[in-house]
């Protein structure tokens, strides 16, 4: 069976976001320095890239869309960079024996481009069998790595793209940088985002945790740090930016979703209830997933 996929997506604009500091507060030059946590993700080349797409249904026009949406979108992650202002900094990789770190630095900008697309919103969110290059197009570049005269490599730490489906949905596609942040801080910042969008950037009334990025509470008693320094001086690629990947690697390759049920979800739970660990619901179905062939099929089938 030959699956399809659309290439057809136009550009509208590009847009730079830059912090809107709200009360008239604002944030002066600073560096963060990275912590082992960070540090690790330099050792796995072309790896610590990330992208996210989020898909909403949206029933209105490409005049309401870019007259209406945009600009709360563009209004709110301004907003919503100022407490997560590590976003719109860059990532320093300075030749030894200099340490990487963070540089925010006034007037940087975070990628942010508006599209469209004429395919079938349905098609492109459904879990079905597809091309696993459908969904390629939603997602941004981060910009390409930059080097000064004395060896430092510059990488930017997000890049956003909004796609609308005209009268069927939009698409928030988002590249950021995993040495920036891991799963948990990214959703706290995308849900911060949200929650600033849908409050008109009015935040003294919501319940928004703001991020913490004071890194003395991390310990090293074990110098983890300077042995991940290490092994990262000796890779010589280790600060090489993700390369766009061939697309003809992705041929005859498909993609699809699988969904557990909340009754699947309760026979894993019987299934490894006469174990003396205690896995959570995330560990078991990785289990399954990674080694189906330890389980038996019938506690994931539908009654």
């Known amino acids: 069976m030959e699956f399809t996929y659309n290439k ?31 540090l690790q993700w330099l050792l796995v080349k072309n790896t610590y890239n990330m992208q996210r797409l989020f898909f909403y249904t949206y029933t209105h026009s490409l005049h309401h869309f870019t007259h209406t949406l945009i600009p ?20 320093i990789l300075p030749p030894p ?32 069998a597809k091309d696993v290059r459908l969904l390629h197009p939603f997602a941004p570049r981060l910009l390409a790595t930059r080097m000064l005269p004395d060896g430092t490599h510059v990488s930017s730490l997000l ?20 040495v920036v942040a891991d799963g948990m801080a990214f959703h706290h910042f995308m849900k911060s985002w949200a929650s600033i969008c849908l409050s008109k950037g009015i935040i003294e009334n919501q319940n928004f945790l703001r991020p913490s990025f004071d890194r003395t509470c991390i310990e ?7 042995r991940t320094l290490k092994q990262w001086r000796n890779l010589s690629s280790s600060n090489e930016s993700l390369e766009n990947p061939a697309d003809n690697i992705y041929k005859d390759k498909v993609r699809s979703t699988f969904v557990l049920k909340s009754i699947h979800i309760e026979r894993l739970k019987q299934y490894f209830s006469n174990n003396k660990l205690q896995y959570s619901s995330f560990v078991q179905i990785v289990g399954i997933v990674l080694d189906k062939s330890q389980y038996p099929r019938p506690i994931l089938a539908i009654a």
């Open 220 to 226: 090293d008693p074990y110098e983890l740090e300077s």
């Open 97 to 128: 024996p200099q340490k990487p770190y963070i540089q925010f630095t006034q007037g940087n900008t975070v990628s942010f481009t508006v599209a469209q697309c004429d395919d079938d919103f349905q098609r492109v969110i459904s879990h079905r």
């Open 72 to 91: 709360s979108l563009k209004s709110s992650l301004s907003t919503t960079l100022h407490y997560f202002y590590p976003f719109v900094s860059t990532l």
């Open 8 to 38: 057809n997506v136009e550009i509208i604009k590009e847009i730079e976001i830059s912090i809107s500091s709200p009360h008239g507060s604002s944030i002066s030059n600073l560096s963060m320095p990275l912590t082992y946590f960070d």
């Open 159 to 178: 890049a956003v793209q909004v796609t609308l489906f005209p009268n069927q949905g939009f698409c928030i596609g988002v590249a950021f940088n995993h």
